[in-house]
């Protein structure tokens, strides 16, 4: 099994493990032993999972204005752990590839294998939401229609993107490409960086 076979098989257990409850309080019933490429997976598909959730109901028009700060509050801390944990699968991936000499005229890429990754989980996310609209049997013929067109868009968007992803990571083991891996350096979290913060 490759990489993204395995990352696909944890993703879609990830998102239907979520909607067992269906609720962005649930605690991560997250299965994989802690410290496994797995584990982290699993983790950074569930924060996907719980932040669709949350961008919902944030766009809730009645929603009280201290519970949507408090909501926007969690939603940042969320995509803060969401980029670390992308960050520590690009390390993975540094330490897996770590050992391949380069090829002559080898090229970095302009996306790491993580944020490719990062927009699979999302994807899986998508998917199971937009079979959910098309299955709906309280719709009109033109929105079932229409939400079906866009899930044929994400079940190719998801073919190409698994079968990009397995190009990137044979590029790298051949040594046509070189892993590097890039900090994001969000600087809005961070007291000594933000100038909001720092001012006060």
Known sequence: ?????????????????????????????????????????????????????????????????????????????SNQDRTDLVERIDSYFYEMFSQVKPAAGAKINTESPAWAIDRLSILHVKLFHMQVEVDRKDVTPEHHDKCAKKLAVLQEQFSDLTSAINDLLNDYQTGNKVMKVYKQMKMYNDPELNPVLYKK
């Open 1 to 77: 099994m490759n990489f993204t076979e395995t990352a696909n098989l944890v993703f879609d257990k990830a998102v239907k493990d979520y909607h067992l409850t269906d609720n962005v309080d649930s605690k991560m019933p997250n299965p994989y032993e802690k410290g496994t490429i797995e584990y982290d997976l699993y983790t950074k598909n569930w924060i996907d999972t719980v932040q669709w959730h949350l961008e919902d109901i944030i766009r809730d028009t009645k929603i009280n204005p201290i519970d949507a700060l408090a909501l926007k509050r969690r939603i940042d801390h």
